[in-house]
Nanobody, 114 residues
Framework: QVQLVESGGGLVQAGGSLRLSCVASGRSINSNTMGWYRQAPGKQRELVASISSDSSTNYANSVKGRFTISRDNAENTVYLQMNSLKPEDAAVYFC????????WGKGTQVTVSS
């Protein structure tokens, strides 16, 4: 069993930055793809970014150039650095890891004021 705990969300003004963290426990996630989804009220959950075991990355077009995903395998942690935040980035951000099945965290709220 794997547990994921996100942190780092909060309220930020448009143009500001936040850094989200997701710590995995229960087993090592070094060889697994991890990433972030987000879900705004009334909208479907969408993929924001993912990072594979070899640290290759994938981003949604809407966040390219503004968000950076990274991982620290020694800390069993994945990060999402979010810069130049826009009001449309406001959502609950969920971390996931793929280990035969997909495990999810409970999410962290990001609010962006205009």
């Amino acid at each position: 069993q794997v547990q994921l705990v996100e942190s780092g969300g909060g309220l930020v003004q448009a143009g500001g930055s936040l850094r989200l963290s997701c710590v995995a426990s229960g087993r090592s996630i070094n060889s697994n793809t991890m990433g972030w989804y987000r879900q705004a009220p009334g909208k479907q959950r969408e993929l924001v970014a993912s990072i594979s075991s070899d640290s290759s990355t994938n981003y949604a077009n809407s966040v390219k150039g503004r968000f950076t995903i990274s991982r620290d395998n020694a800390e069993n942690t994945v990060y999402l650095q979010m810069n130049s935040l826009k009001p449309e980035d406001a959502a609950v951000y969920f971390c996931y890891v793929d280990i035969y099945i997909r495990y999810w965290g409970k999410g962290t709220q990001v609010t962006v004021s205009s």
